[in-house]
């Protein structure tokens, strides 16, 4: 079970749905994940089985979900990322730093560390949706998406379910200095989310999704990669253990749970680039690629 945000045509306005696995949507009384889940909760069910009996009798508001105007289906007041944790990103971030040839860096010790790599990544306001455009920096030469699992969290830390993510990275900024890892990371649209949350419960395995990136350049296929999240180093429940210590989380806080996935190269994005995230279960999250001159006030 799926769900998703998307715009009733006939008032314009936010509407949340269930989406089955034969592809097809549902409307829900809910307008949001969060109310979902607290409804479920006051029944003593789980979100799913609140779904399904909603739905139930129901007519389809569409026989194929993915062409309803979607919208982020959680709209994360803060969204947060973890970085290292594939071996590919250990050896990526490496690659890009200067004078590491050889030397143990940050990030070898961090791949191996008890503490993982968190860090704060957007908001609402700067996360895009399904096919909204995301913003590459006017100071950066090296550009990529990071395509990730994420974690959609209640404000005790619990995973209420999983989303396709897209941490957008300058890897010249980074490079230079670690410490510029902020700049490196945060920005207008330089993160997007969706286009639907699986719900926990009706993952049987989080470790054996397939993600796979592709990006396209004229229209033709410019980069394709694939990874597994059972690559990870990490447990997704160790990840949140640390984002929960000592800190305040919000409800529909989203996890990104970092990436297996690095373009080729010098390989950079450019404006007019369309990059397609899935993985399995979930969806495809489709972003094209826009400067920063864009979206200038």
Do not use: H
């Amino acid at each position: 079970m799926r769900i998703i945000r998307y715009v009733d045509q006939a008032g314009g306005t936010p509407r949340l749905a269930a989406v089955t696995d034969d592809e097809r949507a549902y409307a829900l009384e809910e307008q949001d994940l969060l109310a979902l889940v607290r409804r479920a909760e006051r029944e003593g069910i789980s979100p799913a089985e609140a779904a399904r009996r909603e739905i139930g009798g129901a007519q389809p508001v569409a026989e194929d979900w993915r062409k309803l105007n979607l919208l982020v289906p959680v709209e994360a007041p803060e969204v947060w990322a973890s970085g290292v944790t594939y071996e590919r990103s250990k050896e990526a971030r490496n690659e890009e730093s200067q004078g590491a040839s050889g030397q143990e860096t940050v990030y070898d010790k961090v791949y191996r560390a008890e503490r993982p790599e968190i860090f704060f990544k957007s908001t609402a306001a700067r996360t895009a949706g399904p096919n909204q455009p995301v913003c590459i920096r006017s100071d950066s030469s090296w550009q990529v998406p990071e395509p990730e699992l994420g974690l959609v969290l209640d404000r005790n830390g619990r995973i209420l379910g999983y989303t396709v993510g897209n941490d957008m990275s300058c890897r010249d900024i980074e490079g230079e200095n670690p410490l510029y890892l902020p700049q490196a990371k945060i920005w207008r649209r330089s993160c997007a989310i969706g286009p639907a949350v699986r719900l926990a419960e009706t993952v049987a395995n989080p470790y054996d999704l397939t993600i796979e990136l592709r990006i396209y350049r004229g229209g033709e296929l410019a980069v394709q990669g694939s990874a597994s999240t059972g690559q990870l180093k990490r447990k997704l429940d160790e990840l949140v253990s640390y984002l929960v210590r000592d800190n305040e989380l919000y409800d529909g806080t989203v996890l990104l749970t970092g990436t297996c996935i690095v373009p080729p190269g010098r390989f950079t994005l450019q404006p007019g680039d369309r990059i397609e995230i899935e993985i399995t279960g979930i969806g495809t999250l489709v972003n094209p690629v826009a400067a920063a001159s864009e979206f200038a006030n």
